[in-house]
Nanobody, 120 residues
Framework: QVQLVESGGGLVQPGGSLTLYCEASGSIFTINGMGWYRQAPGKERELVASLNSGGATNYADSVKGRCTISRDNAMNILYLQMNSLKPGDTAVYYC??????????????WGQGTQVTVSS
């Protein structure tokens, strides 16, 4: 079983910065890709940024130039550095990972989410 635990969320003023963390643990053989998603009240969950095993990144247009996704492969930790935060960034942020577990079964795991609130 694979577990994802997010941290780093909180309350920040507009224009501020936050770094989100996601640590993957459990019976992991390999992780093919990881990503950050967010869900605001009354809205569908949307992709914020993703990173595949080859290092390719993909960002939502709404966060391009303001967010950077990165990963510590050795520690299985995913980061999301967010700058110039706006009230529209307020949401619960979820970590996702896809790969294969130690018994070579595919997994698609989600964390429990971390709240980011951008407000003055």
């Amino acid at each position: 079983q694979v577990q994802l635990v997010e941290s780093g969320g909180g309350l920040v003023q507009p224009g501020g910065s936050l770094t989100l963390y996601c640590e993957a643990s459990g019976s992991i053989f390999t992780i093919n890709g990881m990503g950050w998603y967010r869900q605001a009240p009354g809205k569908e969950r949307e992709l914020v940024a993703s990173l595949n095993s080859g290092g390719a990144t993909n960002y939502a247009d709404s966060v391009k130039g303001r967010c950077t996704i990165s990963r510590d492969n050795a520690m299985n930790i995913l980061y999301l550095q967010m700058n110039s935060l706006k009230p529209g960034d307020t949401a619960v942020y979820y970590c996702n990972a896809k790969g294969y577990s130690s018994d070579l079964r595919p997994f698609d795991a989600w964390g429990q989410g971390t709240q980011v609130t951008v407000s003055s």
